[in-house]
């Protein structure tokens, strides 16, 4: 008779592993925040950035640097794309015209010059 010999499985549960009980699962970025106030008192998050941004760019460390760009720019963009439209007295009373006259139309009555 043949005996069978199975195969240990690599898989499975192993005493200790795994995060512990209570521990959170994430971090916050409230907690990381109080952290950095602890490690670095008075200096804010983004002085820090800045100055870690600053020491790249000394550093010749373009990678690094494209990084920095690109995580301020992701921060900040929204803020340097607005666009303010002003315009002057002739475009208004160009579009007041263009509007009455379409309206005229609509209507069918002549239109006032």
């Known amino acids: 008779m043949e005996q069978i010999i ?18 959170k699962a994430r971090v916050s970025v409230e907690s990381l925040l109080a952290e ?20 790249a760019r000394l550093e010749d460390d373009k990678g690094l640097v494209l990084k920095y760009h690109n995580l301020i720019l992701n921060k900040v963009m929204h803020t340097l794309t607005t666009v303010e439209v002003v315009e002057g007295q002739d475009a208004i009373d160009a579009k007041s015209r263009a509007f009455a006259e379409a309206i005229a139309q609509i209507v069918g009555i002549p239109a006032k010059d």
């Open 6 to 23: 199975q195969k240990q499985s690599q898989g499975g549960a192993r005493p200790g592993a795994g995060r512990p009980r209570g521990s």
């Open 36 to 55: 950095l106030e602890l490690r670095s008192p008075g200096e804010s998050y983004e002085a820090l950035l800045l100055d870690d941004f600053l020491r």
